[in-house]
T-cell receptor, first 115, second 113 residues
Framework: GNSVTQMEGPVTLSEEAFLTINCTYTATGYPSLFWYVQYPGEGLQLLLKATKADDKGSNKGFEATYRKETTSFHLEKGSVQVSDSAVYFCALSLAGGTSYGKLTFGQGTILTVHP | DAGVTQSPTHLIKTRGQHVTLRCSPISGHKSVSWYQQVLGQGPQFIFQYYEKEERGRGNFPDRFSARQFPNYSSELNVNALLLGDSALYLC???WGQGNQPQHFGDGTRLSIL
């Protein structure tokens, strides 16, 4: 079946540090890949996406590149801020079949950034 | 423009009762999906509706049901509530039923006593 695996958390960083959150996936077919962010007490917000191999998604200083050869979609940011503290979810969706449009999520990674 | 709105925001029920959760999609969006998020885990897919028809169903028991109305709003119904149904229920909308990004509401926090 389809699945997403994220790096174990929580991740604790100082402000302006470099961030990497690893994400790998297993899918039958060619998925679209997403990163969502969830702030306390809120729903999920789409952070960035990539729809095919070698695509790079970017938003608000965050980046992730769709690597088909390593089935990965790692999230990076060069300099984190306290306001980036949240839970980050990697997800995939597939076109076609019974999985059409369904998002499959990883378990989430808690990020805490200290001043 | 209004985002996805869900009601109520919080709900407390007892075992055996039933519950109805409501969702209004972003204007122009025709697809609504429901997810269950248990504390500390990623959301799990329950249903997807597009143009008022069920287009996808996750691995949830028949106690869970949903429907979509002509204005594309949606209801999720859960019967015979169990303690394990305590979770954040998220609704997401998208323009179509394919791989377009899904936009989430803030969810309904359901607690079962």
């Amino acid at each position: 079946g389809n699945s997403v695996t994220q790096m174990e958390g929580p991740v604790t960083l100082s402000e302006e540090a470099f961030l990497t959150i690893n994400c790998t996936y297993t899918a039958t077919g060619y998925p679209s890949l997403f990163w969502y962010v969830q702030y306390p007490g809120e729903g999920l917000q789409l952070l960035l996406k990539a729809t095919k191999a070698d695509d790079k998604g970017s938003n608000k200083g965050f980046e992730a590149t769709y690597r088909k050869e390593t089935t990965s979609f790692h999230l990076e940011k060069g300099s984190v801020q306290v306001s980036d503290s949240a839970v980050y979810f990697c997800a995939l969706s597939l076109a076609g079949g019974t999985s059409y449009g369904k998002l499959t999520f990883g378990q989430g990674t808690i990020l805490t950034v200290h001043p | 423009d209004a985002g996805v709105t869900q009601s109520p925001t919080h709900l407390i029920k007892t075992r055996g009762q039933h519950v109805t959760l409501r969702c209004s999609p972003i204007s122009g969006h025709k697809s609504v999906s429901w997810y269950q998020q248990v504390l500390g885990q990623g959301p799990q897919f329950i249903f997807q509706y597009y143009e008022k028809e069920e287009r996808g169903r996750g691995n949830f028991p028949d106690r869970f049901s949903a429907r979509q109305f002509p204005n594309y709003s949606s209801e999720l119904n859960v019967n015979a509530l169990l303690l394990g149904d305590s979770a954040l229920y998220l609704c997401a909308s998208s323009w179509g039923q394919g791989n377009q990004p899904q936009h989430f509401g803030d969810g309904t926090r359901l607690s079962i006593l």
